[in-house]
């Protein structure tokens, strides 16, 4: 039986275990960002403390958009294990590098699927992963402009809490 379904599967087992491990990173960022909402709301950066609860809600969002398409398309989606979260930060400013740090991985990741199915040309994959790739630009530079804050206003005196008031505001827009 096993074989059969693999057969009326329409995606490749290596893009099946890759959009896997994606379920798992998308997983784990989500649960990094809780971790860094947590933190930033123990220090006292409540509005970055709700701007990574949104972060963590959208990778879940992420996470079930992948688990959903891989089990539509006839594959064996993979509820992950999640561990190893980092859950302690030498400053305000390392959340927000780390949260750099991991959406550009999560854009390389992206990366890495999309040329094995233009590889395989499998078409329809690559024109699911279309609106991740797109998603990564703006959560890249949402990133870049959180972390681009501590330099245009500085951490001293009374800089941290208006970078934190700040974080909340940052748009994108692709016009």
């Known amino acids: 039986m096993k074989d059969l379904m693999r057969i009326q599967c329409l995606i490749s087992q290596d893009i099946e275990t890759l959009l896997n491990q994606q379920i798992k ?10 971790s860094m909402s947590s933190w930033c709301d123990q220090n006292g950066f409540d509005y970055s403390a709700d701007y990574f609860l949104k972060q963590s809600e959208e990778e879940r969002v992420h996470q079930l958009k992948l688990f959903k398409y891989v089990l539509d398309m006839g594959g064996n ?28 991985a999560i854009t390389q990741s992206f990366k890495n ?11 329809v994959t690559m024109e699911f992963l279309n609106w991740f790739l ?14 681009e804050l501590f330099e245009v206003i500085g951490e001293e005196g009374t800089g941290r809490w208006e970078i934190d008031k700040h974080v909340n505001k940052i748009n994108y827009s692709e016009e």
């Open 25 to 34: 990173k998308e997983a784990h960022s989500s649960s990094l960002y809780l």
């Open 77 to 104: 989606a993979i509820s992950p294990e999640v561990s190893g979260i980092k859950t302690d930060f030498a400053s305000f400013r390392e959340v927000f590098e780390d949260a750099l740090e991991a959406e550009i």
């Open 113 to 123: 699927i999309a040329a094995k199915c233009h590889k395989e040309q499998d078409f």
């Open 134 to 147: 797109k998603e990564q630009r703006e959560e890249e530079y949402k990133a870049r402009r959180a972390l």
